[in-house]
């Protein structure tokens, strides 16, 4: 049975945190600051804590940062409903598994958890810039580390219009797939280089993946290298054994504004520009 720390600084929270996870077949602990968590840490082993982020005595960040010198530490799933990016950065820098918005439904919750727990060893991404208008990451090729950075990267967008926002955060997961899956071959050991840059009028994506890069008119497993039918690439990925899908890259060119290789098309890059409403 997985042991699971809560730590928050909100009665009601802990609560019904810990009815949601008990009923659940967790076993569970509380603690209403880093402090006490630091002490329920010493006095047992926890598989993952379900970390606040703004506590009195310690808060959460401080808590991470000293955790991160500590062996077997358990994997941190960071709450919170602070959307600043420097907030949610600081959490992945202190490697925290990954970041949830409060307040989130208990099923989703619970889902999220079992994501964790179930993950294989979890490999580092390092935070190479954590200022609004500049984002920079440097992220495993595993598909694990797209689905651990995700939910962080969409919450950097949090004030754009709920459909530009979603749009925006599939262009970039299926990007980062295809440079995590070609590129890198799904090798833990190859990292990929990401950027976001934020301006008053514009959105840039850059991903740069250590692979040899591609010819876009020899993609027979994707539907854009057969312009004259949609669904011929679906017979070339079963023959392969991939797995279905194939439209991302001619679904992401119909939803940015801007889609840029570089020579060797290891590197892309692309532009969504925003109403000044935004």
Same mark, same amino acid.
């Given at each position: 049975?997985?042991?699971?720390?809560?730590?928050?600084?909100?009665?009601?929270?802990?609560?019904?945190?810990?009815?949601?996870?008990?009923?659940?077949?967790?076993?569970?602990?509380?603690?209403?600051?880093?402090?006490?968590?630091?002490?329920?840490?010493?006095?047992?082993?926890?598989?993952?804590?379900?970390?606040?982020?703004?506590?009195?005595?310690?808060?959460?960040?401080?808590?991470?940062?000293?955790?991160?010198?500590?062996?077997?530490?358990?994997?941190?799933?960071?709450?919170?409903?602070?959307?600043?990016?420097?907030?949610?950065?600081?959490?992945?820098?202190?490697?925290?598994?990954?970041?949830?918005?409060? *307040? !989130?439904?208990?099923?989703?919750?619970?889902?999220?958890?079992?994501? /964790?727990? @179930? %993950?294989? $060893?979890?490999?580092?991404? =390092?935070?190479?810039?954590?200022?609004?208008?500049?984002?920079?990451?440097?992220?495993?090729?595993?598909?694990?580390?797209?689905?651990?950075?995700? *939910? !962080?990267?969409?919450?950097?967008?949090?004030?754009?219009?709920?459909? /530009?926002? @979603? %749009?925006? $955060?599939?262009?970039?997961? =299926?990007?980062?797939?295809?440079?995590?899956?070609?590129?890198?071959?799904?090798?833990?050991?190859?990292?990929?280089?990401?950027?976001?840059?934020?301006?008053?009028?514009?959105?840039?994506?850059?991903?740069?993946?250590?692979?040899?890069?591609?010819?876009?008119?020899?993609?027979?497993?994707?539907?854009?290298?057969?312009?004259?039918?949609?669904?011929?690439?679906?017979?070339?990925?079963?023959?392969?054994?991939?797995?279905?899908?194939?439209?991302?890259?001619?679904?992401?060119?119909?939803?940015?504004?801007?889609?840029?290789?570089?020579?060797?098309?290891?590197?892309?890059?692309?532009?969504?520009?925003?109403?000044?409403?935004?």
């Amino acid at each position: 049975m997985s042991r699971i720390l809560i730590v928050d600084d909100d009665r009601t929270t802990r609560h019904v945190l810990q009815g949601v996870l008990n009923g659940a077949g967790f076993s569970t602990g509380v603690a209403k600051d880093g402090v006490e968590a630091l002490k329920a840490l010493r006095a047992g082993r926890y598989d993952l804590l379900l970390l606040d982020v703004w506590m009195p005595r310690m808060n959460g960040l401080d808590l991470l940062a000293r955790l991160r010198t500590r062996k077997n530490r358990p994997r941190v799933l960071v709450m919170t409903s602070d959307d600043a990016p420097e907030t949610l950065l600081k959490a992945v820098r202190e490697q925290a598994f990954t970041c949830v918005h409060k *307040p !989130v439904d208990s099923p989703v919750l619970l889902d999220t958890i079992r994501e /964790v727990l @179930e %993950s294989p $060893a979890v490999e580092r991404i =390092e935070v190479i810039s954590a200022r609004p208008e500049w984002v920079e990451l440097v992220v495993p090729c595993t598909r694990e580390a797209v689905d651990r950075i995700q *939910p !962080v990267m969409a919450r950097l967008d949090a004030t754009l219009d709920p459909d /530009v926002r @979603e %749009s925006i $955060a599939y262009a970039f997961r =299926e990007l980062l797939l295809n440079a995590v899956e070609w590129g890198g071959r799904l090798d833990p050991n190859r990292t990929v280089r990401i950027a976001c840059l934020r301006s008053k009028r514009m959105l840039m994506y850059r991903i740069a993946d250590p692979g040899p890069g591609f010819n876009i008119d020899d993609l027979p497993h994707a539907a854009i290298g057969h312009d004259g039918s949609p669904i011929a690439h679906s017979h070339v990925r079963e023959e392969k054994g991939l797995r279905p899908g194939g439209f991302g890259l001619l679904t992401v060119r119909a939803i940015v504004d801007e889609l840029l290789y570089n020579e060797k098309r290891n590197e892309v890059v692309f532009v969504k520009y925003l109403d000044q409403s935004e």
